[in-house]
């Protein structure tokens, strides 16, 4: 059984309703746990909305157990603006969480986010992408490790308060992991290329989630061999103009001092700045893949840092008795 709920956040000057919709799917196998998957709390993300629909078709049936949640635009008004932040006051939905009942828009838009879809999930899917320009591909460690690994990206990241990363306060996942809710943090795809592998890939990915926690009935995939990064420093360029990518491909390996991307004015053609790796060994994790119009203070490179990485050795299937 599928139902869909649409909740109001707020109202315009004009008149216009701002609203969430929420997906249910109930599964008929029996029970198992609510997962709430969520995408585009960034506008410019939409990768993870794609996934989403995909997903809500695959199970439409309810051919699993438990109960999906599926919040597949967390942040209308941005992603109608293909916008990292709200329109109406600049802010991040995911730095305000738990949000406010009395704030600024996207205040109000976390708080309702919260009790009207966090609160009540007993596993969690967070899908980010790379952006309109830049593509990553990695997945975060928070408290689910085994569901982490199930995604099935090459790279995780578990984060560490001493180390550079990307480590943020006010984010969805802060909300569920404070219960002990198992809650992973994707970022997969982006950037000005063709979508469909990506959206392939996290189709596969929370499937096999779903299988991990018991809600497909069919066996989980055996985790790869997969490596956990301690750090993953952002590289911001400091000019605005044309940024033409020489970094290797995303999970290739660059040592450090090498050339991630140069940097060119679109007016005089000169070159205003050579981006290099800072990382004495490190691996892609976020880049351009094609030359985009960046400012200065963009993303421009995710480089993972190798040095006191944890390697997880891969998981032979099992294979049946001759």
Avoid at 20 to 29: A, D, R, S, W
Avoid at 99 to 105: D, P
Avoid at 147 to 156: E, I, V
Avoid at 314 to 319: A, I
Wanted: hydrophobic letters at 35%.
């Amino acid at each position: 059984m599928s139902t869909m709920r649409r909740i109001p956040v707020s109202h315009f000057a004009n008149g216009e309703a701002v609203c969430l919709y929420i997906h249910e799917i109930v599964g008929k196998k029996g029970k198992g746990p609510v997962l709430g998957i969520s995408g585009a709390i960034h506008g410019n993300e939409p990768t993870g909305t794609y996934v989403i629909r995909e997903i809500a078709k695959h199970y439409a049936d309810g051919d699993f157990r438990g109960r999906l949640w599926l919040l597949p635009v967390a942040n209308p008004l941005a992603f109608q603006a293909n916008k990292r932040v709200t329109p109406v006051d600049g802010q991040n939905l995911n730095r305000v969480f738990p949000g406010k009942a009395q704030g600024m828009f996207t205040d109000l838009l976390a708080a309702k986010i919260k009790s009207e879809f966090l609160d009540h999930l007993e596993a969690y899917l967070d899908f980010h992408t790379g952006t309109d320009r830049p593509t990553v591909d990695y997945t975060y460690v928070h408290n689910a490790l085994d569901l982490s690994r199930a995604f099935g990206t090459r790279y995780l990241f578990r984060p560490q308060a001493d180390r550079a990363g990307p480590v943020f306060n006010g984010t969805s996942k802060a909300v569920t992991t404070a219960r002990g809710v198992p809650s992973v943090t994707i970022e997969l795809g982006g950037g000005v290329v063709d979508q469909g592998p990506y959206i392939a890939r996290g189709v596969e990915g929370i499937k096999n989630c779903m299988r991990t926690l018991k809600m497909d009935t069919a066996p989980p995939s055996p985790p790869m061999a997969q490596t956990v990064l301690g750090a993953i420093p952002t590289i911001f360029p400091t000019q605005g103009g044309f940024l033409y990518t020489e970094a290797p491909p995303l999970g290739e390996e660059i040592a450090g001092g090498k050339v991630l991307g140069r940097v060119v004015s679109p007016y005089t053609f000169k070159e205003l700045e050579v981006i290099k790796n800072p990382i004495k060994r490190g691996v892609m994790i976020l880049s351009h893949l094609t030359p985009n119009l960046v400012e200065p203070g963009d993303y421009g490179y995710m480089v993972g840092d190798l040095e006191g990485a944890e390697k997880l050795p891969g998981v032979k299937p099992k294979t049946g008795r001759r």
